[in-house]
Nanobody, 120 residues
Framework: QVQLVESGGGLVQTGGSLRLSCAAS????????MGWYRQAPGKQRALVAT???????NYADSVKGRFTISRDNAKNTIYLQMDSLNPEDTAVYYC??????????????WGQGTQVTVSS
């Protein structure tokens, strides 16, 4: 089995910063892309940022220049440094990882989500 455990969410004022972490554990052969998605109330889940195993990154236009995704392959962990937060960033943030387990094809796994609330 595979688990993705997120941490670091919370309440912050406009202009503040938060750092999210997501650690993958379990019987893992390899991890391909990992990333963060978010879902605001009444909206669909949307991509925030992704990072490949080779450290190539991709960001949603709305967070470019404010958020930074990073990865520690030795720890099977990704981070999301969020700066200059604004109320529009309020959402549940989900970690995603494309993981290969023994004797199976790689597939996507999701974390349980962590709430980020930005007050005005």
């Amino acid at each position: 089995q595979v688990q993705l455990v997120e941490s670091g969410g919370g309440l912050v004022q406009t202009g503040g910063s938060l750092r999210l972490s997501c650690a993958a554990s379990g019987n893992i052969v390899s991890i391909n892309a990992m990333g963060w998605y978010r879902q605001a109330p009444g909206k669909q889940r949307a991509l925030v940022a992704t990072v490949t195993s080779g450290y190539n990154t991709n960001y949603a236009d709305s967070v470019k220049g404010r958020f930074t995704i990073s990865r520690d392959n030795a720890k099977n962990t990704i981070y999301l440094q969020m700066d200059s937060l604004n109320p529009e960033d309020t959402a549940v943030y989900y970690c995603n990882a494309n993981i290969k387990m023994p004797w199976s094809y790689a597939r996507d796994y999701w974390g349980q989500g962590t709430q980020v609330t930005v007050s005005s």
